[in-house]
């Protein structure tokens, strides 16, 4: 009898042993994004994005990482297979030849250019008006099909991020830096710079959608199928909402419904 019981304990150990064994291990990379993905000295990441795959991750047994990297340096480490997930790249069609795009957005940003001091350049949508002029671009940014074609128009310089933009649309060393509000503002905040630069009066420079995009090495592209349809699993039960309400950030509407963001209250840019 002793025998028979040592036999299935022994059994039993080697099944979940076996469970554990199979337990997929994803690393998802990013950088700062502010309500997205936010590294917390000494503590796990916070955010959106963070929150979103921890709750996919618990649906589907993931054994789930994070780490923060530049941004170029994350999309590369996806592309070569190094990681699994990239958080949050807005979808273009350079970008689809590079990565596995779960198809569902779960955020969406306006793309805007910031100015200096008044009076700032004009701005009414027209690229040829800013010939002649610095503009800043971020590294590793996409800023949407009309900004592309407008490039060999424009004066472009790349800096490393959108903080070093700022510093220099201070200085003068650029007339223009071409960013999102969502990341702009809590820089500008931090750089005590609220009252003396700011978006520039006129039309978007693009509005675009951002979500998780996987390596095309194998197995990432069968990982992002499975985050697709956990994603629409949270969608149903509530939970995904729910979490772009808790972080501040407007949920996309299904793709091919709207273009329209479910808009939220205003709130503060940190939680």
């Given at each position: 009898m002793m025998g028979r019981w040592w036999g299935w304990v022994a059994g039993l150990?080697?099944?979940?042993?076996?469970?554990?064994?199979?337990?997929?291990?994803?690393l998802a990379v990013g950088t700062s994004f502010p309500r997205l993905f936010m590294p917390v000295p000494g503590n796990p990441p916070e955010g959106l994005a963070v929150e979103l795959l921890q709750a996919v991750a618990q649906q589907r047994g993931w054994q789930l990482r994070f780490e923060h990297y530049p941004w170029p340096r994350a999309q590369a480490m996806v592309e070569h297979g190094q990681a699994q997930i990239l958080i949050g790249p807005y979808r273009t069609?350079?970008?689809?030849?590079?990565?596995?795009?779960?198809?569902?957005?779960?955020?969406?940003d306006r793309l805007v250019f910031y100015g200096g001091p008044a009076p700032r350049p004009h701005w009414q949508g027209d690229y040829r008006a800013l010939a002649g002029l610095e503009i800043a671009q971020v590294a590793g940014w996409a800023y949407g099909e009309?900004?592309?074609?407008?490039?060999?128009?424009?004066?472009?310089?790349?800096?490393r991020d959108v903080e070093t933009g700022l510093r220099m649309l201070r200085t003068g060393r650029v007339a223009l830096l071409a960013t999102n509000e969502r990341n702009t503002q809590p820089v500008l905040a931090n750089?005590?710079?609220?009252?003396?630069l700011g978006p520039v009066e006129g039309p978007a420079i693009?509005?675009?959608?951002?979500?998780?995009?996987?390596s095309r090495q194998p197995p990432a592209p069968a990982l992002c199928e499975t985050l697709e349809l956990a994603l629409q699993q949270?969608?149903?039960?509530?939970?995904?909402p729910?979490?772009?309400?808790?972080?501040?950030?407007?949920?996309?509407?299904?793709d091919g419904a709207s273009n329209a963001l479910w808009r939220l209250p205003a709130r503060a840019y940190s939680p």
């Amino acid at each position: 009898m002793m025998g028979r019981w040592w036999g299935w304990v022994a059994g039993l150990c080697v099944v979940v042993m076996a469970s554990g064994a199979m337990a997929q291990e994803v690393l998802a990379v990013g950088t700062s994004f502010p309500r997205l993905f936010m590294p917390v000295p000494g503590n796990p990441p916070e955010g959106l994005a963070v929150e979103l795959l921890q709750a996919v991750a618990q649906q589907r047994g993931w054994q789930l990482r994070f780490e923060h990297y530049p941004w170029p340096r994350a999309q590369a480490m996806v592309e070569h297979g190094q990681a699994q997930i990239l958080i949050g790249p807005y979808r273009t069609p350079e970008r689809e030849q590079r990565f596995v795009f779960a198809p569902s957005a779960f955020y969406e940003d306006r793309l805007v250019f910031y100015g200096g001091p008044a009076p700032r350049p004009h701005w009414q949508g027209d690229y040829r008006a800013l010939a002649g002029l610095e503009i800043a671009q971020v590294a590793g940014w996409a800023y949407g099909e009309a900004f592309e074609q407008a490039r060999p128009l424009l004066r472009l310089t790349t800096v490393r991020d959108v903080e070093t933009g700022l510093r220099m649309l201070r200085t003068g060393r650029v007339a223009l830096l071409a960013t999102n509000e969502r990341n702009t503002q809590p820089v500008l905040a931090n750089l005590g710079l609220l009252q003396q630069l700011g978006p520039v009066e006129g039309p978007a420079i693009g509005q675009l959608r951002g979500h998780f995009a996987c390596s095309r090495q194998p197995p990432a592209p069968a990982l992002c199928e499975t985050l697709e349809l956990a994603l629409q699993q949270l969608r149903r039960t509530g939970e995904w909402p729910r979490l772009n309400q808790k972080w501040g950030v407007g949920l996309p509407e299904v793709d091919g419904a709207s273009n329209a963001l479910w808009r939220l209250p205003a709130r503060a840019y940190s939680p």
